[in-house]
């Protein structure tokens, strides 16, 4: 499904240890690279993107197994897409003053990077990343909340995610692809929901971080940014009412924060 933006995106097909990866770039070629890492899904858009094409050069990759990327054959475990991405920062030259954003699995793949690679990045920015698990937190295994109520569980309001979705619910090409997403989510995620690494290594992370979250999320619950924030020693919090667990889509000013938090010198 095409998403809904207007702002032009070129396309970039890269090949990365034998992986397909597409890039979607827009911004001047001469502005701080931002990267964003996407959650499990590529079917809601970029449009939360758009604003931060006029301080950054946005660079917005497919994950291997996700969108129009290639499959990662032999993929395992989100350490192999950390290295997929230290090999694709390589490939575009991407050595140091990164401005990294990632959003729910994208900001596990984020944390991991910014524990092994540090050294290029000039920010941090997790929002509503997965991985952790807090101590009397509770919530629903994502591959235990049947499909047709997934798509409730990622918004405040389901008009958030109206333009995004197919005409006809019985879309063959679109539920093709959201199975195709999810299936490369669950090789990685299924026994081992919570990362073992997290935990014990993000305190390396010393580059400056701000952990967002909505504070309807329904899918990784708001509590567990405390968690998140303990662990990173250069991190603040900033959450937004009335916005669940896709905040970039549904809040403005929680895009707007992030462009903010990475133009900050």
Not at 182 to 208: C, H, K, S
Request: hydrophobic letters at 45%; glycine letters at 8%; charged letters at 20%.
């Amino acid at each position: 499904m095409t998403p809904v933006t207007t702002v032009p995106f070129e396309r970039l097909d890269l090949l990365v240890h034998g992986t397909p990866t597409v890039v979607l770039a827009a911004g001047d070629t001469a502005a701080p690279p931002l990267v964003f890492l996407h959650g499990a899904g590529t079917w809601h858009g970029w449009g939360f993107a758009e604003p931060w094409t006029e301080r950054f050069r946005v660079l917005i990759p497919h994950h291997p197994g996700y969108g129009d990327s290639g499959d990662l054959e032999g993929l395992q475990d989100v350490h192999d897409l950390v290295l997929h991405y230290v090999e694709l920062f390589d490939q575009l030259g991407l050595t140091a003053d990164v401005n990294l954003v990632g959003l729910s699995l994208g900001g596990l793949i984020a944390a991991r990077f910014a524990i092994e690679q540090k050294h290029r990045l000039r920010r941090l920015v997790l929002v509503a990343p997965a991985g952790l698990q807090g101590r009397g937190v509770a919530f629903e295994d994502v591959f235990c909340i049947p499909p047709e109520q997934l798509m409730g569980r990622l918004v405040h309001s389901m008009d958030t995610l109206a333009p995004h979705l197919p005409a006809d619910p019985n879309d063959v090409d679109f539920t093709v692809d959201r199975y195709r997403e999810m299936r490369t989510t669950a090789i990685m995620l299924w026994e081992r929901p919570f990362d073992r690494v997290l935990p014990r290594w993000l305190g390396r992370v010393d580059t400056p971080s701000l952990v967002v979250w909505g504070e309807d999320d329904r899918l990784v619950p708001v509590e567990l940014a405390r968690c998140w924030v303990e662990l990173l020693p250069r991190s603040t919090l900033v959450t937004f009412p009335h916005a669940g667990h896709l905040v970039l889509d549904e809040a403005p000013e929680a895009s707007a924060a992030v462009a903010r938090f990475c133009g900050t010198d």
